[in-house]
């Protein structure tokens, strides 16, 4: 699996962004895709994830409400639609993909082994 993102950029606080991530030989067993970020000095933190087979979405808290992950089985591209951008949403985003069940779909950056090289969102 090769997941490529882009849409990555800088914006005011209040702003919108929308990221889309590519995958490339894509395989029915990675059923199991979702964004996370990672800002200057902090850990890698899960954003949200999408279980494809029964469309089941989650968020952390900390983006509901604000941000919205869709998924396009056609294409294989994985979006992340940002809105009311905050100073504490800029970090290095991936994308990311994983087999598994439903319960291993979690926003644990550490049970995924396909990854993005990420792209930027600065938000000021």
């Known amino acids: 699996v090769q997941l490529v993102e882009s849409g990555g950029g800088s914006v005011q606080a209040g702003g919108s962004l929308r990221l889309s991530c590519a995958a490339s030989?894509?395989?029915?067993?990675?059923?199991?895709v979702g964004w996370f970020r990672q800002a200057p000095g902090k850990e890698r933190e899960g954003v949200a994830i999408?279980?494809?087979?029964?469309?089941?979405?989650s968020y952390s808290e900390s983006v509901k409400g604000r941000f919205t992950i869709s998924y396009d089985s056609a294409k294989s591209t994985l979006d992340l639609q940002m809105n009311a951008l905050k100073p504490e949403d800029t970090a290095l985003y991936y994308c990311?993909?994983?087999?598994?069940?439903?319960?291993?779909?979690?926003?644990?950056?550490?049970?995924?082994?396909?990854w993005g090289q990420g792209t930027q969102v600065t938000v000021s």
């Open positions: 030989r894509y395989t029915g067993s990675s059923n199991c």
């Open positions: 999408f279980y494809i087979r029964d469309e089941v979405i």
């Open positions: 990311a993909a994983r087999a598994g069940v439903r319960s291993g779909c979690i926003l644990d950056s550490t049970k995924y082994p396909y």
